[in-house]
């Protein structure tokens, strides 16, 4: 079912606004920035609207969050050394350097196809539920 007829016709905006409840104007924003990262290109016409330019398998989620809001930072320091007058022997700099790193590692195994899929989002779902669970980290452990 992936890759199949949702990706084929143009999305006008005004449907995914009325489907998801996000402003028309938001999502102005967000279409700009996924077609000007070459995610999405713009389909002219009375039945127009957004279209993938790309096969959703091939999408991955970092390059839908850094088209929309930037590279993945933890800190500013990281990108931007001369932010920060300790960059130069910051003992934490170089643990956030490595969470950004994992983050990003991370957001390139999913994929628009992935977060489609109702039946991965299930699965997916289990697996982490059961890993929380495992480590500690389950609901149960949260209300204490």
């Given amino acids: 079912m992936r890759g199949t007829a949702p990706w084929t016709a143009p999305v006008s905006l005004a449907s ?28 002219a016409g009375r039945y127009g609207g957004y279209k993938l330019s790309v096969p959703a398998e091939k999408i991955t989620i970092r390059q839908i969050i850094e088209a929309t809001i930037g590279p993945i930072c933890v800190v500013d320091c990281i990108d931007e ?35 489609a899929d109702p039946s991965w989002m299930h699965d997916t779902g ?19």
């Fill in 16 to 43: 995914v606004s009325e489907r998801t409840g996000l402003s028309h104007g938001y999502l102005e924003q967000v279409a700009l920035a996924l077609r000007g990262a070459g995610l999405v290109r713009g389909v």
């Fill in 81 to 115: 050394p001369e932010a920060c007058p300790r960059a130069d022997y910051c003992e934490c700099r170089v643990v956030y350097a490595l969470i950004n790193h994992r983050i990003g590692e991370v957001l390139e195994e999913f994929t628009l196809a992935d977060l």
């Fill in 126 to 144: 289990e697996v982490l539920t059961s890993q929380l669970v495992t480590l500690g980290g389950g609901p149960k452990d949260r209300q204490a």
